[in-house]
């Protein structure tokens, strides 16, 4: 009860500290938040981009365009190489006619044009559903080539080169935002130390006043070093604020437009666990900042 009752006082300081303060205390958190807010574009691209890496990594699926005048002993060659290669789940066929159709319902506003075609221009074709972990596998390349080699196969659809690059583009964008936030946090800390600094000068008569009555340092250190704790809990929920905002308007952004390829991209915010990283980020931000302007030499 007595350590609550003292925890109270000590934030009840912090508090008064900040208000007293209030104007540099508000550019503080401005400032912390701005800092943490481009953080989270980082961490909000690496997990869109992440996201669909995940979903390619679902949907890997390769599809084997035939020639127009391939037999059936040829095309059954290639789905028994498929299915013996150990990389591959399962097989199907889609004739001519099924390619059409598919066009058909995913493009409507082009179907007209597409009748208007002497024949059909869609190809029959083999879809092959990759098996878990067949992407990264060193022989994928070669059952690749080697399907393609085939005389039934006219083309092979399946660009590993470019999945294996998104991949490393996300681990790009997440290094980036790492080095990013560390730079930007220790602006941060010194920011918040700043605004300590003038807190513990517009209280140095008290602090005087309760060392000559022989006050225990955390009485007196502690609204300081809560003070900077408070700024940097205040500057990252603001942060979260304004990357829900600007994520809200980027979806509206990409839904009055009908963008595909931004819809791809922009199809979840943070995880509740990145949030609570980047509100913890502020929050040792300020833990850092306060620790140094409230040291034994400046208070």
Do not use: Y
Not at 14 to 37: D, E, H, K, P, Y
Not at 114 to 139: K, Q, V
Not at 145 to 161: C, R, T
Not at 227 to 237: H, K, P
């Amino acid at each position: 009860m007595r350590r609550g009752a003292a925890f109270a006082s000590l934030l009840d300081e912090a508090f008064s500290g900040l208000w007293r303060a209030r104007r540099v205390t508000v550019v503080s958190i401005l400032q912390i938040s701005f800092s943490l807010f481009l953080v989270g574009l980082f961490l909000l691209a690496a997990e869109n981009l992440g996201g669909v890496v995940d979903t390619l990594r679902e949907e890997t699926a390769v599809t084997l365009f035939l020639r127009s005048g391939a037999d059936e002993a040829s095309k059954a060659t290639v789905e028994r190489t498929a299915l013996e290669s150990k990389l591959v789940a399962a097989v199907r066929r889609v004739s001519a006619e099924e390619a059409r159709g598919r066009f058909a319902r995913s493009f409507g506003s082009l179907t007209g044009a597409a009748g208007t075609l002497s024949g059909n221009p869609f190809p029959a074709s083999i879809e092959l559903d990759l098996l878990p972990g067949a992407i990264s596998s060193a022989a994928l390349r070669p059952f690749l080539a080697n399907l393609a080699a085939s005389p039934a196969v006219e083309e092979v659809q399946f660009d590993v080169d470019w999945i294996r690059r998104l991949r490393g583009v996300v681990r790009l964008v997440a290094a980036a935002g790492l080095a990013t936030g560390v730079f930007l946090a220790l602006g941060a800390a010194f920011t918040i130390a700043n605004v300590v600094r003038l807190t513990i000068l517009l209280h140095r008569d008290e602090i005087d006043i309760l060392r000559l009555v022989g006050a225990p340092e955390v009485l007196i250190r502690g609204p300081f070093l809560l003070g900077g704790v408070l700024q940097g809990l205040f500057g990252g929920i603001v942060a979260l604020g304004l990357l829900a905002l600007a994520f809200r308007g980027l979806l509206f952004f990409v839904s009055s437009t009908e963008n595909v390829l931004l819809g791809v991209f922009v199809v979840r915010f943070l995880s509740p666990a990145i949030c609570g990283v980047l509100v913890l980020g502020g929050v040792l931000a300020g833990l850092l900042g306060g620790t140094v302007a409230s040291r034994r030499g400046h208070v």
